[in-house]
């Protein structure tokens, strides 16, 4: 599941990463064709006091309100609340699904 948060964030952040090579329609283009195969929700209002960077209260809340197995990432800051909710690094899900 995802929400239009994380989508027009990682179409956002992609072309910045140049082990990919996009540029920022080629970016969107791709994020837009993985909406297509995926459930789109809005994100849980609320708080968690723990989470250090206020600016990913919204991916947080996509994961509550998703009730999704994991959010996987590699943002240290939603990592430091792996002990709380169910948040793996790709290398993580990876070991344990791949």
Do not use: C
């Not at 329609?25 to 195969?37: K, M, N, S, T």
């Not at 600016?55 to 809340?61: C, T």
């Not at 998703?66 to 943002?75: E, N, Q």
């Amino acid at each position: 599941m995802l929400s239009r948060y994380i989508v027009d964030e990682t179409a956002r952040v992609l072309p910045r990463f140049k082990q990919f090579e996009m540029n920022t329609a080629e970016a969107r283009d791709l994020v837009e064709r993985l909406v297509f195969g995926s459930d789109l929700v809005e994100p849980a209002a609320g708080w968690d006091k723990d989470l250090r960077d206020a600016n990913d209260q919204p991916v947080l809340g996509t994961l509550i309100a998703s009730d999704a197995a994991y959010l996987i990432t590699g943002d240290k800051d939603l990592l430091a609340l792996a002990g709380k909710y169910p948040i793996v690094t790709p290398a993580e899900f990876w070991q344990r699904h791949g």
